[in-house]
């Protein structure tokens, strides 16, 4: 047997070997997913700070794990925070959420991005900007989108058409946004599932 092929086995043994991790405060980290090179598969790499679990992006943004669901192979991530007294989200010096297109995570289809603080540029995207988009819900009811209010404001559902590694805010742009996991029109703002899920890739 090729001596390369024979190390390239014995690597993928020892990682498919490894069991889950150690629990991160009160939150389980199952396997693939992985804090440490002594547990889960290092490509799953996630983040145990402060007692809690993070996911980092590609631009070195650390996000609160919210949630994760093994069977479903996804989890989900805080949003970021409206700076105070902006529109602007705390993630918008780095252009919003981006991921690493090497790693096996991609942002799942159950996200609605609501954009906030939009430039009329966005206007040519195919988003709804009327006065019925959740945007508008969003700002009415949640107190810490009221800088964002009489501002234009947008949403999307993220599909299998757009890219499932970026949520995009820039400057003359939109400078805010939020997401919303398996909303329906008419749910009450209290029942809405804010976060990012994120899918994985099972390993191989």
Known sequence: ??????????????????????????????????????????????????????????????????????????????????????????????????????????????????????SSTILLSPLNCSSNSFCRVYEDNVVEARECRNTLCCHYLKDSAMTSHRIRIRAGGCTAYTSVVNIKPGDPVSSWNYGIELQWVRPS
Request: aromatic share 6%.
């Open 1 to 118: 047997m090729d001596l390369v092929i024979f190390l390239l086995l014995i690597s993928v043994a020892q990682v498919s070997s490894l069991g889950a991790c150690p629990k991160c405060g009160s939150m389980e980290v199952p396997y693939p997913l992985s804090t440490d090179d002594s547990c889960g598969d290092p490509r799953y790499k996630v983040y145990c700070k402060n007692g809690g679990l993070e996911f980092l992006s590609a631009e070195g943004i650390y996000y609160e794990v919210l949630s994760i669901d093994p069977s479903a192979a996804k989890l989900v991530i805080s949003p970021p925070m409206i700076q105070n007294n902006t529109c602007n989200s705390s993630d918008l010096s780095v252009g919003g959420l981006s991921l690493d297109e090497n790693l096996p995570f991609n942002i799942s289809t159950h996200n609605t991005v609501i954009l906030l603080n939009c």
